[in-house]
């Protein structure tokens, strides 16, 4: 898909004089297509030593890229800038097109050098844009492994703690065990402690059952 500002300039030339049968024997080049050729024609940007920041601005992603502004001044930035002047933002597209081709002529300056800036910064972004996707990849798989690992060590503390829960638990359970038996025995003892001693005594003071409080 061809972007916007592509369509402000690129147009078909009319054929010259003289070149009409030949130009009937071969299709009409659309303003895609030569866009498509002008991008095929650029060269892949250089990968950059030292790739910018995640939080780069724009002029430090191009900056790594090698993209820097002509000495003749005209990059797409500065395009952009002239078709939201005041005397030609509100004419209409063809009128815009023609202004701003007769303004590069004028400064002895190829559209395509404009349509090769546009595509060089454009892959500068998508290069930089997967760089920070496969950044962001990157950390989502090595916290994702984190957490796995944290959530592993959780889950064996849980059961470890657990296990020394249930240990306390039966620990009380097997000693109230003793201790009520050993209460049941106290209590036999006591009777027949009492059971003696009522022979002698009008008021027998053994206890029996609970201790006094």
């Known amino acids: 898909m061809s972007k916007k500002w ?11 004089p003289g ?35 995640a939080g780069a601005t724009f002029d430090e992603i191009y900056a790594a890229a090698e993209i820097h502004t002509p000495p003749h001044g005209y990059t797409i930035y500065k395009i952009a800038d ?29 559209l395509q050098d404009i349509i090769e800036d546009a595509v060089r910064r454009d892959r500068a972004l998508d290069t930089f844009e997967r760089v920070q996707q496969k950044s962001v990849e ?5 916290k994702t492994e984190e957490n796995r690992q944290i959530q592993e060590e ?15 638990s039966d620990a009380v359970g097997k000693e109230k ?15 027949k402690i009492a059971d003696t ?10 206890t029996r059952g609970q201790p006094a409080k």
């Open 6 to 16: 592509y369509n402000y300039f690129v147009s078909v030339d009319e054929a010259a």
């Open 19 to 53: 070149t009409e049968a030949q130009a009937s024997s071969q299709p009409a080049r659309t303003p895609a297509q030569t866009v498509a050729d002008i991008a095929a024609s650029v060269a892949p940007a250089p990968v950059p030593v030292n790739q910018p920041p």
């Open 82 to 110: 002239m078709l939201q002047s005041d005397y030609i933002r509100n004419l209409p597209a063809d009128v815009k097109r023609s202004s701003i081709l007769l303004a590069l002529d004028a400064a002895g300056v190829k």
């Open 138 to 142: 990157d950390l989502e798989k090595q």
């Open 154 to 168: 959780l889950d064996r503390l849980v059961a470890e703690h657990r296990t020394r829960i249930q240990a306390n």
């Open 177 to 191: 065990e003793r201790f009520f038996s050993w209460r049941l025995q106290k209590q036999q003892e006591e009777q």
């Open 197 to 206: 001693v009522s022979h002698f005594v009008t008021e027998n003071p053994i």
